[in-house]
């Protein structure tokens, strides 16, 4: 059997699959939030940072791997666990010092991975992918190296405060103490990989394109970027490798505290979103995933390597071979929740029943989709804009300001997508949000392609756990046509006759573009 981790924002999973039976066995996961409340992160960061620092407390994510073991092995035996893969929150970063490795391979197993590992971190807490205190640092970086075009056609994405070169140069300016002392720095799915191999673990291509130090088009660390961040930074970086591939074995902390086999392989973990594009079954190219969370997010898998020139856009690499795109959307759920408070109702009101009142096009009435900052387009809003009727302009009308506020959200993504230049034969939809016939059947209708819904929640963790069997030789397009089937609902069709041409142009006006 195979094992995958994910280690995301608000929680730590560790799903079981057995590939010969197509089944998976069991899975287990620990809360942040509910289950370590100790840390004080009820949404898995530490709350109230200053200046737009979002971060965690890296003993917490070591706490909830020893939790989540000692879940797993109450009820299956370890040993028959032939390989481990893992997937982490993109763009977090771990900073360690040099004892790391000492302390982790001669680890106590009366002891606990958090206590152990402790006084190696040489920044105490990780800064992660909701952080925006560094946009200093990104323009510095951007114009070392000749402006923000530069480096995106280097790292496959403009200079991006969340993602992990602004943040160590941002460690190095505030603490350069603390970073003569960091002998690694690992993003959380290498750092994640390395405690499981008891070994620093290389960074896999699709989470280093995450950076903006990776060259896309090389598949190394580039050294303009590296420069421009912070010096000898090539020391302090693991290496690169392709994720699925073996790194190790699994440390002896973990043989004798929970029984895994000493034969267990380590495969190079990735990102939490390239390890969903795998568990969604859409590495293939023209592949289409939408993901509905807090923020929606567009990816697919790409053929080629090419680049928003609007600088919205990310390009990563894709596990199953090659490179994926990457789109987010910030006013996801966030707006949707807002509307629904807003205007006093429940989701009801944003499924069929509701939209049925209203026809697709909305008359005409339309809205720029946005409750807060957004950042694609990546613009300052204080509310959403409206357009159309005087009784729309006023806010009257529930059903109208739903539909408007749904059409907006999928022609903004329809329009900052068509860069990546793919014609969407089918989409695969996910996240809490995907579970609405009706905002399923308003995504097939902008974007004109038939919506179905994986059965599976947990996309990454089963991705993670796909690419584990790669380790050992298994076909991963041929074990995603197993795991990752479409759930029993029917496949939601566009309606006939409804085309979103002219509104998707009028839209693009209304935003200024």
């Given at each position: 059997m195979y094992l995958g981790f994910d280690s995301s924002t608000q929680s730590?999973?560790?799903?079981?699959?057995?590939?010969?039976?197509?089944?998976?066995?069991?899975?287990?996961?620990?809360?942040?939030?509910?289950?370590?409340?100790?840390?004080?992160?009820?949404?898995?960061?530490i709350p109230n940072g200053t200046?737009?620092?979002?971060?965690?407390?890296?003993?917490?994510?070591?706490?909830?791997?020893?939790?989540?073991?000692?879940?797993?092995?109450?009820?299956?035996?370890?040993?028959?666990?032939?390989?481990?893969?893992?997937?982490?929150?993109?763009?977090?970063?771990?900073?360690?010092?040099?004892?790391?490795?000492?302390?982790?391979?001669?680890?106590?197993?009366?002891?606990?991975?958090?206590?152990?590992?402790?006084?190696?971190?040489?920044?105490?807490?990780?800064?992660?992918?909701?952080?925006?205190?560094?946009?200093?640092?990104?323009?510095?970086?951007a114009d070392a190296v000749g402006g923000n075009e530069e480096v995106c056609r280097i790292t496959g994405s403009v200079a991006i405060e969340r993602f992990t070169g602004s943040q160590i140069r941002k460690f190095y300016q505030v603490d350069p103490a603390g970073y003569a002392n960091t002998a690694k720095i690992h993003l959380v799915s290498s750092f994640m990989c390395s405690v499981l191999s008891a070994s620093h673990a290389p960074i896999d291509f699709g989470d280093g394109a995450g950076m903006n130090l990776m060259n896309l088009a090389q598949c190394a660390w580039d050294a303009k970027m590296l420069e421009a961040t912070a010096p000898q930074l090539i020391k302090k970086l693991p290496s690169l490798a392709a994720s699925g591939s073996s790194c190790g074995l699994v440390g002896a902390y973990f043989v004798k505290k929970y029984g895994f086999s000493p034969s267990c392989k380590v495969g190079v973990f990735t990102g939490d979103n390239p390890a969903s594009l795998v568990g969604m079954g859409a590495t293939a190219a023209g592949q289409v995933v939408i993901s509905l969370g807090t923020s929606d997010t567009f990816f697919a898998g790409m053929n080629a390597a090419h680049t928003d020139p609007r600088g919205f856009g990310h390009v990563f690499g894709n596990p199953g071979g090659g490179y994926m795109c990457l789109v987010c959307f910030r006013n996801g759920s966030l707006a949707r929740e807002a509307l629904r408070d807003e205007l006093s109702t429940d989701w009801n009101a944003f499924d069929t029943g509701g939209l049925s009142q209203t026809q697709p096009g909305n008359e005409g009435n339309m809205m720029l989709p946005f409750y807060g900052p957004e950042i694609t387009p990546r613009r300052d809003f204080s509310g959403p804009i409206r357009q159309g009727s005087e009784d729309f302009e006023a806010g009257h009308n529930a059903t109208t300001q739903i539909r408007a506020l749904l059409e907006g959200q999928f022609l903004n993504m329809r329009l900052h997508t068509d860069w990546i230049g793919i014609a969407p034969e089918k989409i695969r939809l996910t996240g809490g949000a995907s579970r609405s016939n009706g905002i399923a059947q308003v995504v097939a209708d902008v974007f004109h392609a038939p919506v179905e819904r994986l059965s599976i929640a947990n996309s990454a963790a089963l991705g993670a756990a796909l690419l584990a069997t790669t380790t050992d030789g298994y076909d991963l397009l041929a074990l995603q046509k197993v795991f990752c089937q479409p759930s029993q609902d029917a496949m939601i069709l566009p309606a006939p006759g409804v085309n979103y041409d002219v509104p998707l142009k009028q839209f693009a006006v209304l935003l200024g573009n």
């Open positions: 730590l999973s560790g799903m079981i699959i057995d590939p010969v039976s197509g089944e998976i066995v069991l899975e287990k996961s620990v809360n942040f939030g509910n289950d370590l409340p100790h840390y004080g992160a009820p949404s898995g960061f200046a737009g620092e979002v971060h965690s407390d890296p003993r917490m994510w070591l706490e909830a791997l020893d939790e989540v073991l000692k879940r797993l092995s109450a009820e299956i035996d370890l040993s028959c666990v032939k390989a481990i893969g893992g997937s982490g929150q993109q763009h977090g970063s771990v900073y360690l010092d040099e004892t790391f490795e000492d302390r982790i391979r001669n680890a106590n197993v009366a002891d606990h991975l958090a206590s152990i590992l402790a006084p190696s971190f040489s920044r105490k807490t990780s800064p992660i992918w909701m952080d925006t205190s560094t946009g200093q640092q990104c323009r510095e970086m």
